[in-house]
Structures are given as C-alpha cells and as structure tokens.
C-alpha cells in the first residue's frame, strides 16, 4: 500500500515537472529521477557483462553489510546501556562524562570513520579483519542514543517505588534490576528503534574509508562513479539499503512487543 | 513514661520535623510508644504531619531532631532488618509485574523459593479476593483493585509492624468496611502491632486500641483517645451507643483546635465526620 503511494508518487513527480518543465530544486530527467521500472528492471540485469544479476550481487552486499551492522548495533548497545547503568549510580560521572559522550557526536562520522579504522584494523584478528572495524563505527553511532535513553529511563523510576524498595532494604543491584532496568525499558527501546536505522547508516559509511568492496558501501562508491551513465543501479542500492534499516526497525519493534509489558499509554 | 514490662515496638522521643523546603514544621515534639499489638490510628486534618509521621517510624524521612526506636533498634537498623510492611497512599505497583508478581515482590527480596512464594500469594489473592485477577496487568485494574493488590504485597511477608497510609481511602463503602473486617482478623490473629493513618473518624474508633488526635501547623499530637470497645469488633460494634460516644470523643478533639482550621479544613472535618 505504502510501498504503491511512494512509487506512484515518484512518477507523479518526475511527470510534473518534466511536463511543466520545472528546474527547482532540481532538473528532473532519466538521470536524476529514473523511471520506477527501470530501477525494478536494474535487480534483474547483470550491473556488468559476465556477473550475476543486480539483486544477487546486492544480497550477498547486503548480507554482508547486515553483519557489519548488527554487530555494531549489538555492541553500541551493550556499550550504551552499560554506560548509562553507570552514569545512574554517580553524579560525579554523570557531570563528568556526560559532556564528552555528547561531544562525541557532534564529530562528523565522516572524520572519525578512517581513524577507527587505522586504529582498529590492526588489532583485529584475522577474522575480523576489515569488517570489524566497520561494526565499531556502526557502534559509534548506536551508543549514544542508547546511552543517554537509557539514563533517562533509569531515572525515570518512580520515587514512590524507589522508597518502596528501601523498605525491603533492597540492594542497589536489586533495585537496579527489579526496578530501575524494567522502568527504563520503553526508554531503552526508544533508543535501539533510532539505533537500529543508525547502525545501518553506520556500517555503509564505515565501509568508504575502510575499502571494503563487499558491502553495500562498496557498491554505492561503485555505482556513484557511473552515475551519469547508469543512475538506476545507485538508486537499486539506495532501495536495498533502505530495505535493510527498515528490517533492522522491524525487528526492534517485534523484540520490544515481547520484552515490555506496560499500560499502552506510557508507552514512551 | 514508666519502664514498661514489654518493650515498646515503636518509640517516638521528641520528635520534630522541618522541612527546609518552604520552612514547614510538619511535626513537632511529638511524643509516641506503641506497645505490641497495638492498633494505633492517626487522625488529623490534611497536612498535619500523619504521612511524615508514619515515613519518620518507617525511616524513609531523617527527624531534624529527636530518636525513634523501631523493636528497640534505631529506625534504621529496623528497616534493614525488613522489621516493618507499608502501604502509601497510593498502590505503588510495578506495572511490569503481573498481580501475583507484584504480591510475591516482597517474598522475592526475603529469598523465598518459588514454591513458598506461589503459595502465599494464592492465600494474599484470595484474602484480597483478588485471585481472578493473579494474572492481570496493574493497569487492567481499578483504582480501589490495585490498593487491595498493595494491602496483599504488604501482608504477604507478615511483618510484625505495619505501616498503613489511608490505604482504603481509595475504596467504596461496602469494601471499606470488609476489609477492615478483614484487617483486624489478620491483625488479631497474627498479633502484629498497626499504625493506620486515615481521615474517617469512624473506621479510626472501629479499627483503634487508640486513637492519635493530631493538628496541624506546627503538626503536633491534640490528644489520645483509648478506645475501649471490646474486640472481636462486627458490623453490631458500629451501631453500640459506646461506639458513638468515642466517635464523639475524637470529632470534640478535632474540632477543640477548630479556631486554628482554615474554612477549608472545616469542610474536610465536616466531610469526614
Ligand atoms: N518532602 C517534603 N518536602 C517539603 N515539605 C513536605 C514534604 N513532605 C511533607 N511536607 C509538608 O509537611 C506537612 C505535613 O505533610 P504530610 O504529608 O505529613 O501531611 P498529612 O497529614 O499526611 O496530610 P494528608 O492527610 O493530606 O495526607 C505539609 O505541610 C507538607 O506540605
Ligand atoms: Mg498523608
């Protein structure tokens, strides 16, 4: 249904303004808007002689781009939660931390992408080796919004429980994890939803700098290059990445309709 | 005060409480013991210091001066050693937890193995009545449903002292009434000792061993009413002519600091009389 709208929408689009002749924002031609079906008709050829088709060679990229992200994602998680377990537990961190890991952000990915990958690479097993450093990229963008959510929603405890709590003389462990964590969780969840589409975004420019030719990032540089010529194979490579954040999302929401249980509207 | 055979269970030693926010002295050298199995209620008009006094026996509120003796302990060590349960005001669920799991909170936290715990939340549901609901969600009950669910998670562990905040200021008449029914068997029956805050003057005297006049700014103890009605206290003990002659007693006491009520404190008096 969506997916029907968006496509007839971009045809409604690329119509007008070619019939009216319009320039703004942009010339709209074959190059810069190719027709719907043409992009379709881009899966089923081969991207070049002797290869298989597009869709195959894009799954394999994606695949392997999914992997980049679901570990950069898994490991920003851990990370941020951690982080903001122990930011909850002391002022003195929180006052002291919390301006550098907001700080962190404010350095474009871009920049800090090929330092993590002199940095990392050569620490990496062989296993690991190229891809890893692109998932702790990916996890460079995932942590932060996970770190300070879950901060948030620690502290988001009612103080009525809390006190509830010190009358059973909980521990701070107990009160961690019978009250605080389940409290944080919409907060938690919140985050990952935005981390999950993060982590995507992540892994593809992680793999620019890093070289890497087997993921979805590679056939984009790749593709960008011959835009001119074949614009439709950028834009069948935009529609599987977007495809692959859109998975990534699915899955969080499906993972948080199981994990928290709480009246539909406090839902954060 | 003489050196009593038994040891009070709670001891209030001039007692006074100031909140720096706002410069409010919510309590004022008060003077309280409690001896075991008591059932002692707080009665007083709004903001006269019952709930500070309840969280200062509790240890959850620090007295600006003066000493409280929980079981002949500091308050303190007393909540450690989990010496007291408390119902507030409001039922204060985990809205995570099921009905049954929020009962068994308390038991989890004293390290009762499972078996233990499912059998005492079965005997707190049905207690509470209750145990169509063991698998709901707090939020899928009403308001007086989830007080009841905090009067089970407090019970379930059977403390020896029980705090009790207006904890069926929330319910309708008829639920009211049971449960206090309800309240003294269990308190008759287990022998623990009861301090019970409310704002009506009959359950206070229907409930009480005694009654504690408080009023307000500075909050401060009006007066003590022994209650001697004999127990086990029915539905005949509300209609004796002694019953009204107490009830009388504690709304004489309320109203001797009338002069000091604000009209809308009147109001709250003529409401709960
Ligand atoms: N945490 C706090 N900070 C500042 N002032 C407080 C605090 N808690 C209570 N007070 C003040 O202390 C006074 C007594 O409050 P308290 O809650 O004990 O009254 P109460 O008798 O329980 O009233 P109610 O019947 O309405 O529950 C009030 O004037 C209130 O404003
Ligand atoms: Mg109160």
């Known amino acids: ?268 | 005060m003489s050196e009593a055979a038994v040891p009070a269970v709670v001891r209030i030693e001039k007692v006074t409480k100031t909140f720096a926010q706002g410069n409010v002295t919510a309590l004022q050298d008060i003077d309280l013991e409690l001896a075991p199995g008591e059932f002692v209620s707080l009665i007083g008009p709004s903001g006269c210091g019952k709930s500070t006094l309840l969280r200062v026996i509790g240890d959850l509120v620090e007295p600006t001066s003066g000493t409280v003796t929980v079981n002949g302990k500091s308050a303190r060590q007393a909540r450690n050693d989990g010496d007291y349960g408390i119902v507030f005001q409001d039922a204060v669920l985990f809205e995570w937890r099921t009905v049954a799991k929020n009962i068994a909170l308390p038991l989890e936290m004293l390290g009762w193995d499972r078996a233990r715990r499912r059998q005492r939340v079965e005997e707190m549901l049905d207690l509470v009545e209750l145990s169509a609901f063991a698998n709901h969600h707090p939020w899928q009950l009403s308001g007086g449903m989830q007080q009841r669910v905090a009067i089970a998670r407090a019970l379930a562990f059977e403390p020896a002292l029980l705090l009790m905040d207006e904890p069926f200021g929330a319910l309708d008449e008829m639920t009211r009434e049971r449960l206090n029914l309800e309240l003294l068997s269990i308190w008759e029956k287990a022998g623990s000792t009861v301090v019970f805050v409310t704002h009506s003057i009959s359950e206070a005297v229907f409930l009480s061993t005694r009654v504690v006049v408080m009023s307000p700014r500075p909050g401060r103890i009006a007066g003590v009413v022994e209650i001697d009605l004999p127990y086990p206290r029915t539905v005949e003990t509300r209609e004796e002519p002694r019953f009204f002659e107490l009830v009388t007693e504690v709304r004489e006491l309320l109203r001797k600091r009338g002069e000091h009520l604000l009209p809308e404190e009147e109001q709250l008096l003529e409401d709960a009389s």
């Open chain 1, 1 to 268: 249904m969506v997916l029907a709208a968006l496509v007839g929408l971009w045809e409604l689009y690329r119509w007008v303004w070619t019939s009216a002749g319009w320039t703004w924002p942009f010339r709209v031609d074959d190059t810069s808007m190719p027709h719907v079906w043409r992009i379709a008709k881009a899966f089923a050829e081969p991207a070049q002689v002797n290869q298989p088709a597009l869709i195959t060679v894009l799954l394999h990229k994606t695949l392997f781009t999914a992997k980049e992200a679901a570990a950069g994602f898994g490991l920003g998680a851990v990370v941020g939660f951690a982080l903001g377990v122990v930011l909850v537990h002391s002022r003195l961190l929180q006052r002291g931390f919390l301006p550098y890991i907001v700080g962190s952000q404010t350095i474009p990915i871009l920049a800090i992408a090929p330092m993590v990958v002199v940095w990392v690479n050569p620490k990496l097993p062989g296993s690991l080796q190229g891809w890893g450093a692109v998932a702790v990229i990916a996890a460079y963008l995932t942590f932060f919004p996970v770190a300070i959510n879950t901060l948030r929603g620690l502290q988001s405890a009612d103080p009525r429980a809390l006190e509830l709590m010190r009358t059973y003389a909980a521990s701070r462990w107990t009160v961690l994890w019978k009250l605080r964590v389940p409290s944080s969780l919409p907060y938690v969840f919140s985050a990952l939803r935005l981390a999950a589409t993060a982590s995507v975004v992540g892994a593809i420019i992680g793999e620019l700098p890093s070289g890497i030719q087997s993921g979805l990032g590679g056939a984009i540089l790749n593709f960008n290059q011959y835009y001119s010529l074949e614009p439709q194979e950028l834009w069948a490579t935009n529609v599987v990445a977007a495809a692959l954040g859109i998975v990534f999302f699915v899955i969080v929401v499906a993972a948080e309709k199981i994990v928290v249980r709480r009246a539909p509207e406090n839902v954060a």
